[in-house]
Structure formats: structure tokens, C-alpha cells
């Protein structure tokens, strides 16, 4: 299902390497500065709305973005 998500996203030297799905923008925010300090200068990490495919864990109920389709302001 393709819809609008907060993602925490990841990048090394300016390629997207890794996103994380977050229920809100203080979650992510939090989750920035925390993976801030514990990553080297090369790593940047970011903070934003984006429209994504996600799946939902049947399992755990977790939802997980499997692919970025469209960033914030592109």
C-alpha cells in the first residue's frame, strides 16, 4: 500500500542507504539525534514526510516502509 509517512533516513555520502518508518516527527526527531551521536561526520541523517510502500507485520503489527517512492519538496 502506497501512502504519505514520517521516515528516518539515512545517508552516506549523499546516497540513501537506509529509511526507518516513525509514527510522528518528535519520534523521529528523537530517534536523529540519538543515531547523531552514535555515527561518524559521514553519516547524515534526516527527518521527513514522504510517500512510501509500506507493509504492515501481521505478526507484530509494526509498519515498515519497503520502498521510497517520493521525498518531501521532489
Excluded at 516513525?22 to 521527513?48: F, H, P, Q
Excluded at 507493509?55 to 509494526?62: A, I, P, V
Aim: hydrophobic residues 40%.
Amino acid at each position: 500500500m502506497t501512502k504519505l509517512v514520517i521516515a528516518l533516513c539515512m545517508f552516506l555520502n549523499g546516497e540513501l542507504m537506509e529509511h526507518a518508518y516513525r509514527e510522528n516527527i518528535s519520534d523521529c526527531l528523537k530517534s536523529k539525534r540519538i543515531a547523531e551521536r552514535n555515527t561518524s561526520d559521514n553519516v547524515r541523517w534526516m527527518c521527513g514526510e514522504v510517500e512510501a510502500i509500506v507493509e504492515e507485520d501481521w505478526n507484530t503489527g509494526n509498519t515498515r516502509i519497503l520502498e521510497i517512492i517520493k521525498k518531501d519538496g521532489s
